[in-house]
């Protein structure tokens, strides 16, 4: 069953339009440099409002401490670290960890395996950007690498209702993780979440 991950929410209506078609992650920016970001008073309230979806934090090489005190203060299910976060730093959190790897630049799946997270994600890799770019890496030509990791993996990139089932059929993914092609004019909007999720269903053979 492919399971979905829909990050960057920054309103309490985007939040339960995700729940309620199904999602089963959504995921809050706190990296000040996306345009994403929500303060962690609004992500709290967020989280509040919902019932049984589960929450992510991302970072970008933010003080573990700071992490911390802010999954605890939202009620994370799960941090996602962005940056070049390592191993010591990972085991300083006191969620479970996601790590984030983007393709492409120094890959490798015997690191993923070896790195102290509950979940891995592969995004794609783009000079100066940390994530959240919408464009896809060479799926064909990660699929042998990506393979070998032993741990759940999350997919990432340019990730469409358009193209997820091919994601799907190359990877065979945990999940795939998407944000930007939920948006309208940089905001989430309903019925594209909607939309994306009555395809996950269908690729889940529900409908």
Same mark, same amino acid.
């Not at 729940?19 to 609004?42: C, L, M, Q």
């Not at 999954?71 to 994370?76: E, N, R, Y």
């Not at 990972?90 to 969620?95: G, N």
């Not at 783009?126 to 799926?139: H, P």
């Given at each position: 069953?492919?399971?979905?991950?829909?990050?960057?929410?920054?309103?309490?209506?985007?939040?339960?339009?995700?729940?309620?078609?199904? *999602? @089963?992650?959504?995921?809050?920016?706190?990296?000040?440099?996306?345009?994403?970001?929500?303060?962690?008073?609004?992500?709290?309230?967020?989280?509040?409002?919902?019932?049984?979806?589960?929450?992510?934090?991302?970072?970008?090489?933010?003080?573990?401490?700071?992490?911390?005190?802010?999954?605890?203060?939202?009620?994370?299910?799960?941090?996602?670290?962005?940056?070049?976060?390592?191993?010591?730093?990972?085991?300083?959190?006191?969620?479970?960890?996601?790590?984030?790897?983007?393709?492409?630049? %120094?890959?490798?799946? +015997?690191?993923?395996? *070896?790195?102290? /997270?509950?979940?891995?994600?592969?995004?794609?890799?783009?000079?100066? /950007?940390?994530?959240?770019?919408?464009?896809?890496?060479?799926?064909?030509?990660?699929?042998?690498?990506?393979?070998?990791? $032993?741990?759940?993996?999350?997919?990432? %990139?340019?990730?469409?209702?358009?193209?997820?089932?091919?994601?799907?059929?190359?990877?065979?993914?945990?999940?795939? @993780?998407?944000?930007?092609?939920? +948006?309208?004019? $940089?905001?989430?909007?309903?019925? $594209?979440?909607?939309?994306?999720?009555?395809?996950?269903?269908?690729?889940?053979?529900?409908?």
């Amino acid at each position: 069953m492919l399971k979905a991950k829909l990050c960057g929410m920054k309103t309490i209506e985007a939040a339960r339009a995700a729940e309620t078609a199904g *999602a @089963d992650f959504i995921g809050f920016i706190f990296w000040r440099k996306s345009h994403r970001f929500v303060e962690p008073e609004v992500a709290a309230s967020i989280g509040a409002a919902l019932q049984s979806v589960k929450t992510v934090g991302v970072f970008v090489d933010e003080e573990p401490a700071v992490v911390n005190a802010i999954a605890k203060q939202c009620h994370l299910d799960f941090v996602q670290l962005h940056g070049h976060e390592d191993a010591a730093y990972a085991k300083q959190m006191e969620v479970p960890v996601i790590k984030a790897y983007r393709y492409g630049d %120094g890959f490798s799946a +015997e690191a993923a395996n *070896a790195f102290p /997270a509950a979940m891995i994600l592969v995004d794609a890799y783009q000079e100066g /950007a940390a994530g959240g770019t919408g464009t896809c890496f060479d799926w064909q030509r990660a699929q042998r690498e990506v393979a070998a990791i $032993r741990k759940p993996v999350l997919i990432a %990139g340019g990730i469409s209702e358009a193209n997820v089932a091919e994601v799907n059929d190359i990877f065979h993914p945990f999940a795939v @993780d998407v944000s930007g092609s939920l +948006e309208v004019n $940089r905001e989430k909007s309903a019925a $594209r979440i909607a939309a994306f999720m009555a395809q996950i269903k269908k690729i889940n053979g529900r409908n």
